[in-house]
């Protein structure tokens, strides 16, 4: 068939995935049996194989690749005998709702058929298959068989009804339900080709909480940019060097100090007073402003000010408040900043590159980068 000529490593991906989505079970069900939800099956199948995903269209392939066109299905295994849906015919249904039995199943024939003739003529198919996703009891079997034509010679009505008609040709057996124009085809589950032992988590929320938090951890860092070693720069501490904390009242927790009114954006960024030692004129004289352009090229007036220069701010303040606080940490007016917000999220630093034309940019840089900068400045 398919699946049992396919490189290793994309089975083992494949079957992996199928693992993972179905240990995640029980946000859906409370059976020992591994869930999988159809869209899934298709929507993973096409990933994990690069085929060409049809799952949405009025054919009969959900998924493509190359020549060979694939039937999607996923199901309970039970006794390994299921019927399951194959194809809907609600726009023809009312051609032959009222025909006898005979006459029916004559254009569910030639419906069926022609589908899947017109399926394989649009997409070039020389072979069409079933990809079967079945699951039982604790793992996931995967099996496949050919999508057949009914074969007209060899079909026999074994019983009729007003609700529905079952009969069976050389290959398969049929049922059509009458009122909802749907026809199912019996699976014979006896060759499987792949199994997936699963161990479906008591409490995926739980795992999915855990997941969430590593993940966008990764995903925050992953934004910043390689350090421009090319570049004149220096690194400044979003906390205090003297404890590794965030102050309450001063900082970026600057609004929050006490002895006037201050607006809830207004901080400033610390600027220890090695680097102006060690760095003389990389930053221009105190209260002297100058241009400081943002990530996203946006541009602040900046300047250094307070006593001892101690101290990176804008003019007005508030705008590197709301680019630091509300836009990248996401902090609503009246939260203080914690150096606990800074590890979760990834950053306790930001990096000043000077250009040549005496203007400045900054950046997010991650954590233990000012840690790094000060120990290397000082070899």
């Known amino acids: 068939m398919f699946i049992d000529k396919q490189d290793n490593k994309l089975k083992e991906h494949y079957s992996k995935m199928l693992e993972i989505i179905g240990s995640l079970s029980r946000l859906f069900s409370e059976s020992d049996s591994p869930f999988i939800y159809y869209r899934a099956a298709e929507n993973l199948f096409c990933k994990s194989f690069n085929a060409d995903n049809h799952s949405r269209s009025d054919t009969s392939a959900d ?3 190359g020549n060979i066109g694939f039937g999607i299905k996923t199901f309970l295994k039970g006794n390994g005998k299921k019927m399951e849906k194959v194809a809907e015919f609600n726009n023809d ?3 032959f709702r009222h025909m006898p039995p005979e006459k029916q199943v004559q254009e569910i024939i030639r419906l069926r058929n022609e ?3 017109t399926t394989a003529k649009i997409y070039g198919l020389d072979n069409m298959i079933y990809h079967c996703v079945t699951r039982t009891q604790g793992k996931i079997q995967i099996f496949e068989e050919p999508m057949n034509f009914i074969d007209e010679p060899t079909v026999k009505i074994k019983n009729a009804s007003d609700k529905s008609i079952a009969f069976t040709d050389k290959f398969e057996n049929y049922s059509f339900n009458i009122s909802k124009s749907t026809l199912f085809k019996g699976f014979v589950i006896d060759n499987v080709l792949m199994e997936i032992p699963v161990t479906i988590i008591k409490d995926p929320f739980l795992a999915l909480e855990k997941l969430f ?4 951890k990764e995903i925050r860092e992953l934004v910043f940019k390689p350090i ?3 570049r004149e720069r220096v690194f400044l501490p979003l906390y205090s060097t003297r404890d590794g904390e965030v102050p309450e009242k001063s900082g970026l927790n600057q609004w929050n100090a006490g002895g006037r009114a201050r607006s809830m954006g207004e901080v400033y960024i610390p600027i220890p007073s090695w680097i102006h030692k060690q760095f003389p004129g990389f930053f221009p004289p105190k209260d002297q402003q100058f241009k400081l352009f943002l990530p996203d090229k946006k541009e602040l007036n900046a300047k250094v000010c307070q006593e001892g220069n101690k101290a990176l701010m804008t003019n007005p303040n508030e705008t590197l408040g709301q680019w630091i606080l509300r836009d990248v940490l996401g902090l609503k007016e009246g939260e203080l900043l914690t150096y ?5 999220i990834g950053l306790d630093s ?12 900054i950046d997010f840089a991650k954590i233990g980068s000012y840690d790094g900068f000060e120990s290397n400045s000082s070899n």
């Open 213 to 216: 938090d590593t993940a966008s």
């Open 115 to 117: 589908r899947i003739q």
């Open 228 to 230: 421009d070693t090319s």
């Open 340 to 344: 606990k917000k800074l590890e979760d």
């Open 93 to 95: 249904s009312a051609q």
């Open 350 to 361: 930001v990096v000043i590159y000077k250009k040549d034309d005496g203007d400045y940019e």
């Open 63 to 65: 998924a493509t690749l």
